[in-house]
């Protein structure tokens, strides 16, 4: 037990020198006292498991890295700094979301108001049926120094250089964002996070998320779907019917096309007395 507490401890100390953080810096990102993070360091005592997620979110390691699970050398003298830098530059090469902005705006980021900020976004996008990918949030020194640019997979979803920089700028910023996830969701959606989202579901659509599972319907076929859905201007809110559609399709033609799929989804959703015309969501 020593042993795996020694070596929790000292990955959390090996990868926090290599971000540059202080005992201090990251024991307040996580919200503890300098003297509990040393205890941990030093393999006295060990951080709580619902506090893993966040060490390993600030820290950019995975929790197999963190407790060791992941113990396979991937370079010749096995640095376990480098080996997870590597590991985390692969898994960060394409991200689904990133916002990336110039100089002049960092200020506007340094005190981490806008966690929270878009937290209150990916809240409001949930109820119209988005799952919001997590965030990259990152300065570029290569845009404008007033720029600030929304990608997915390194695609520029969105930019514009930012003329005044005041109190209300964080405020438009996350505005923005929120439009460019809602209007772009179909280049930012992926296997990944429909999977999240159907597993969400099967709490309250158990038969039909098994139905799924069961006839073995590819999650790529129904992200095709999806993302065609959305591009005709529909929204997501109406994933547990999309996947109703299909599954009954797919039972009567296991060999009906992903463009026939889309047309029986959308004539079976795109109505006139469609209850998101009537409330004014669809254009």
Known sequence: MENVLENIGKRIAECRRSKGFTQDELANRLGVTPQALSKWEKGISSP??????????????????????????ITENGDVIIQNEIWNNLRQGLEPLELIFGEDIVPIFIDNEFIDKIAELRLQLSREGILM??????????????????LAYQNVLYSEEINLINENTLDYIIEKLGQVVRNKYAEIINVDILSDMLNNLKTKYPVLINQIEFNKIPYGLILDVVKAFINRGNGMIY?????????????ENDYITTVELVEKVCNQLEKKDNIWVVLGTRE
Request: net charge negative; with cysteine; aromatic share 4%.
């Open 133 to 150: 990918p997590i965030v990259c949030v990152k300065d570029q020194l290569c845009l404008k120094s007033n720029e600030i640019m929304i």
């Open 48 to 73: 709580d498991v619902s506090m893993l997620f966040m060490i390993c979110e600030i820290l950019g390691v995975s929790s197999d890295f963190l407790i060791g699970l992941n113990n396979k050398s």
């Open 239 to 251: 994933l547990p019917k999309i996947i109703e559609i299909i599954e009954c399709e797919k039972r």
